[in-house]
């Protein structure tokens, strides 16, 4: 369930009345409050902690960066992508997007939008590497590196 993380998180939790899970509630602190706003004015980018704890728009600590990362992402507000260079992870603004399996994610190597590919061929691409190369993909943590349309089109005006 993705929510904008102004509010009541839906997420179920273990305490039980009455046989029913209650909701868990979070609390929107200003830290919380300022790290949504700045990924839903950024849909499409993806950012590491170390880029959070750069950006000078937001004051947060190192600590409370990762701590609100790993929380918005468990919460299914953001999404979290393997970094490029395979260190670490970067983060996603999902909104209402959701998405299951089978879907490729395309990162502009330029300027770091990245959308997701759910195009009707990439299961026929899975199965093609599961049959010819016996390797099955984990198709909703794949990214596809490039470069995209408008960065291209900035790059033959330059």
């Known amino acids: 369930m993705a929510l904008h993380p102004d509010g009541f998180c839906g997420k179920m939790g273990e305490t039980k009345e009455r046989g029913r899970p209650m909701p868990v509630k979070r609390y929107q602190t200003k830290s919380r409050r300022a790290l949504g706003d700045f990924f839903a004015a950024h849909p499409h980018t993806c950012f590491t902690a170390r880029d959070i704890i750069r950006e000078p ?41 959701h998405h299951g399996e089978g879907h490729f994610h395309l990162k502009c190597e330029r300027c770091g939008q990245t959308v997701c590919a759910d195009c009707d061929f990439m299961g026929e691409m899975e199965e093609h590497f599961a049959k010819e190369h016996g390797f099955a993909l984990s198709a909703g943590n794949t990214v596809l590196y490039g470069t995209c349309q408008k960065c291209r089109e900035k790059a033959k005006t330059e």
């Open 57 to 97: 728009s937001l004051e947060l600590s190192e600590p409370s960066v990762y701590r609100l990362l790993a929380a918005m992402a468990e919460e299914g507000i953001l999404e979290r992508i393997a970094a490029q260079d395979g260190e670490g992870a970067a983060y996603r603004y999902l909104g209402d997007h």
